[in-house]
């Protein structure tokens, strides 16, 4: 090897391991081509961007991160990549690149894709379970206490001020785990649509709860139009009293009603200021909801506690806009909390194959599904080519590969003193919890914890002070309490 290339090499493995240490935002991106502009000598991984968006982007998908993400039939090891391109896969309708590329050429190209391949192996934790339930962090060394175990799909959680705590299972079940851990079902609970995504989806408390007793339930719900089995996101409100909700009302539902069993949403979150958001996935059907006021999908929502709609919503005076949207331009939100220090609602999505989004939301702004984003089909084809565009918000934060976000909260409190400001979310895909370190409305590092405790469905941070965490197969839910110091001290 020349030193040339000895020092492309180099550059580019420091800029992988750059990467692997915290995730870059949208906004502070380099990619190996803009290197070349800062008076580095990237020449080949440059070149080998471009050979790949020439010569490969027509089949794998212009987003190298995201086609990466994917099984491997004939290997990808450098050797088997090498091969595959040099020589083609006839079977697979791969051709031969050894006319095409010089070795020198080649082997810039299996480079450049073995950083994408690297960096989905970061949250390769292997086959085995959590094998203990004590947990070192950087910060903290963190005890895993079992609330609940054995449990269909937890989805919701709202925990109380002496450790009791409501839960909703997928299934339709409300339980009221009091602080002796007695599981006790709660009656009055509205028919579920338990198909697909759908189901029992979040629990949210009043505000005034301690006095009114007032509990928020969102719900996939079925109704029968023309002979035909349809289905939406729908909220109810009711009182808690003893084993029974009572005066249980809906006072909120998104039109249209349609057949897709997915992407429902659901997230419930109250502001400081008693006002409810609620997110509405784009039901499968990007083409003709996200980016249209007048429908309900693939947007946040914003109503008061009865179901009124407040007057500064932003699209209230718009005519033909639904009332209560807050936000559009979103696929499918799982994850949502209130910054505590300025009362501004955060949210998590899930993206295509890539591009799942920590993202601001602000009042009337549009976040860009399906027009933007940094994911590709399902399939490995694009649909759009496009990261960025005027007048659409980009995200704060973005993972390719997908870790399927779901769960959000802020760490509050005193228990957690050094994590204090920054955002928990949960992974549903890599089986972890996701510490997105915050300074100054930015997402400046991140750490993985739990890893392999489950495919996480939720993080709360509960009204004792402490986060919980449910997970599913089997469903359970955790007490996450810090005993001592991390592994930095």
């Known amino acids: 090897m020349t030193y040339k290339w000895l020092v492309i090499e180099l550059l580019a493995f420091g800029f992988f391991l750059a990467c692997q240490t915290t995730k870059i935002s949208p906004k502070e991106e380099i990619k190996f081509s803009e290197l070349a502009t800062q008076g580095q000598d990237t020449t080949g991984f440059a070149l080998a961007e471009q050979n790949y968006t020439t010569y490969c982007a027509g089949c794998h998908g212009e987003k190298m991160n995201a086609f990466v993400d994917r099984k491997w039939k004939n290997g990808n090891k450098p050797e088997d990549l090498l091969k595959s391109i040099k020589y083609g896969i006839i079977d697979a309708g791969m051709p031969a690149y050894?006319?095409?590329?010089?070795?020198?050429?080649?082997?810039?190209?299996?480079?450049?894709?073995?950083?994408?391949?690297?960096?989905?192996?970061?949250?390769?934790?292997?086959?085995e379970k959590m094998k203990s339930n004590i947990s070192v962090s950087q910060e903290y060394t963190i005890r895993v206490d079992t609330m609940v175990y054995g449990i269909e799909v937890p989805w919701g959680i709202a925990v109380m001020e002496d450790g009791s705590m409501l839960y909703t299972e997928r299934n339709g079940n409300l339980t009221h785990l009091d602080k002796n851990k007695k599981a006790i079902k709660i009656e009055g609970v509205p028919k579920v649509r338990n198909r697909g995504q759908g189901g029992l989806l979040d629990v949210e408390l009043h505000p005034n709860f301690k006095t009114n007793k007032m509990v928020y339930l969102s719900y996939s719900k079925a109704k029968n139009i023309d002979g035909k089995e349809l289905g939406t996101t729908a909220v109810v409100r009711g009182k808690l009293e003893g084993d029974k909700l009572t005066n249980v009302e809906e006072i909120w539902e998104a039109l249209?009603?349609?057949?897709?069993?997915?992407?429902?949403?659901?997230?419930?979150?109250?502001?400081?200021?008693?006002?409810?958001?609620?997110?509405?996935?784009?039901?499968?059907?990007?083409?003709?909801?996200?980016?249209?006021?007048?429908?309900?999908?693939?947007?946040?929502?914003?109503?008061?506690?009865?179901?009124?709609?407040?007057?500064?919503?932003?699209?209230?005076?718009?005519?033909?806009?639904?009332?209560?949207?807050?936000?559009?331009g979103n696929r499918n939100c799982q994850g949502f909390s209130i910054n505590p220090k300025d009362n501004?609602?955060?949210?998590?999505?899930?993206?295509?194959?890539?591009?799942?989004?920590?993202?601001?939301?602000?009042?009337?702004?549009?976040?860009?599904?399906?027009?933007?984003?940094?994911g590709i089909n399902y399939n490995g084809t694009t649909f759009t080519d496009k990261t960025k565009m005027e007048g659409m918000d980009e995200p704060i934060l973005y993972w390719v590969p997908s870790i399927a976000p779901s769960g959000m909260t802020f760490v509050k409190g005193d228990k957690y003193p050094a994590w204090k400001g920054d955002v928990m979310v949960g992974s549903l895909r890599f089986n972890y919890l996701n510490r997105c370190i915050v300074e100054d409305n930015k997402i400046v590092g991140e750490e993985i914890l739990l890893k392999n405790i489950g495919r996480m469905r939720e993080v709360v941070m509960g009204l004792d002070g402490y986060l919980y965490?449910?997970?599913?197969?089997?469903?359970?839910?955790y007490k996450l309490v810090p005993t001592g110091k991390g592994s930095k001290k």
Do not use: M
């Open 469 to 477: 965490v449910g997970v599913e197969n089997p469903g359970a839910i």
């Open 256 to 328: 249209p009603y349609v057949s897709a069993f997915h992407h429902y949403g659901s997230r419930l979150e109250f502001d400081k200021d008693g006002l409810l958001f609620i997110a509405i996935g784009d039901r499968g059907d990007h083409d003709h909801h996200p980016q249209f006021k007048e429908n309900f999908p693939g947007k946040i929502h914003r109503i008061k506690d009865d179901g009124s709609i407040p007057s500064d919503n932003p699209f209230v005076n718009t005519p033909g806009a639904v009332p209560s949207i807050y936000s559009l």
């Open 344 to 374: 501004v609602l955060w949210e998590s999505e899930h993206g295509p194959r890539g591009g799942d989004e920590v993202n601001i939301i602000l009042p009337g702004h549009n976040y860009g599904w399906p027009i933007v984003s940094y």
């Open 98 to 127: 050894e006319v095409t590329f010089t070795d020198v050429q080649l082997n810039q190209l299996v480079n450049y894709i073995q950083t994408g391949i690297a960096n989905v192996d970061r949250y390769n934790f292997g086959p």
